[in-house]
T-cell receptor, first 115, second 110 residues
Framework: AQTVTQSQPEMSVQEAETVTLSCTYD???????LFWYKQPPSRQMILVIR??????QNATENRFSVNFQKAAKSFSLKISDSQLGDAAMYFC????????????FGKGTLLTVNP | GAVVSQHPSRVICKSGTSVKIECRSL??????MFWYRQFPKKSLMLMAT?????????EQGVEKDKFLINHASLTLSTLTVTSAHPEDSSFYIC??????FGQGTRLTVV
């Protein structure tokens, strides 16, 4: 079974500062994918960043980057230069490799950005 | 690519009626679609996997007869909540194998 744990129900950051959201996971598969999604009040699920487990290099997307520690099964998200629009619920998710495409989600972290 | 259109975005129905939610893949052929449910301030829980041309696969604890899933074509998957009750009120959202989501449907049963 796959599990995803987000230990921070809520986080807050000052505008323009940096914040890191934590995520740990467990899987018996060697090939898998990790995702961070942003869910604003509209509840649309927006893909923030994706990491293939076989890639050692940490994925980055503009102000968003991850710290992928495969041995520790850790996948944290760093948001730099936080903006008011970054305020949302953030979900970490895990997908197995091969033909198993379903995602397992963590419980989410509610991020507040203070002006 | 991988655009999914889900509708309705919001629906209010009376107890005992049925509601159909549609997810259409606009620019690709979706042989598989996943249906998730999300309660307020909670995470997404997988309900079922929809496979084109075959029966859906339901997760443990999900009532097959209450949540009917149909995937009759490569571009359309539907979730029908039958004989809806207030406890079925929730946010339902579909997802493709490429991990792209529809816009979601907020169902309120009164």
């Amino acid at each position: 079974a796959q599990t995803v744990t987000q230990s921070q129900p809520e986080m807050s950051v000052q505008e323009a500062e940096t914040v890191t959201l934590s995520c740990t996971y467990d899987t018996s598969e060697s090939d898998y994918y990790l995702f961070w999604y942003k869910q604003p009040p509209s509840r649309q699920m927006i893909l923030v960043i994706r990491q293939e487990a076989y890639k050692q290099q940490n994925a980055t997307e503009n102000r968003f980057s991850v710290n992928f520690q495969k041995a520790a099964k850790s996948f944290s998200l760093k948001i730099s230069d936080s903006q008011l629009g970054d305020a949302a619920m953030y979900f970490c998710a895990l997908r197995g490799g091969g033909s198993n495409y379903k995602l397992t989600f963590g419980k989410g972290t509610l991020l507040t950005v203070n002006p | 690519g991988a655009v999914v259109s889900q509708h309705p975005s919001r629906v209010i129905c009376k107890s005992g009626t049925s509601v159909k939610i549609e997810c259409r893949s606009l620019d690709f052929q979706a042989t598989t679609m996943f249906w998730y449910r999300q309660f307020p301030k909670k995470s997404l829980m997988l309900m079922a996997t929809s496979n084109e041309g075959s029966k859906a696969t339901y997760e443990q604890g999900v009532e097959k007869d209450k949540f009917l899933i149909n995937h009759a074509s490569l571009t359309l998957s539907t979730l029908t909540v039958t004989s809806a009750h207030p406890e079925d009120s929730s946010f339902y959202i579909c997802m493709t194998t490429e991990a792209f989501f529809g816009q979601g449907t907020r169902l309120t049963v009164v």
